[in-house]
């Protein structure tokens, strides 16, 4: 069954889109963002999602319950600049329907 959510990011310009992200097809945050093209290609998502590089973290705006960060995250974070308390990479963020109205704004690049 299909089931896409709306969700809102604002890109590194300041502009918010609202845009369609499938819980059917196992993306994460980071991809959603590639595929819509809101980031320079290039500047995010570049270890391919792995924890690893931190340009895909982002503020999480809403309340929404996330999954807690694992160990790769962490340390990601405790590296990476601009952090802020509701940090978080984009690619450890599941699509799933409980993210529905998620809204997150892209970190400045490094």
């Known amino acids: 069954m299909e089931q896409d959510i709306t969700i809102k990011i604002t890109d590194r310009d300041g502009v918010t889109h609202e845009v369609q992200a499938p819980t059917d097809m196992a993306m994460n945050l980071m991809e959603v963002v590639r595929s819509y093209e809101l980031a320079p290609e290039g500047t995010i998502g570049i270890c391919g999602g792995m924890a ?45 329907p409980d993210l529905e109205g998620l809204e997150v704004e892209l970190a400045p690049e490094s």
């Open 52 to 96: 690893m590089c931190a340009s895909c973290q982002c503020y999480v705006k809403s309340d929404h319950e996330l999954p807690e960060m694992g160990d790769d995250e962490e340390a990601m974070l405790a590296e990476a600049f601009y952090v802020e308390d509701n940090s978080r990479l984009g690619c450890q963020i599941q699509m799933t």
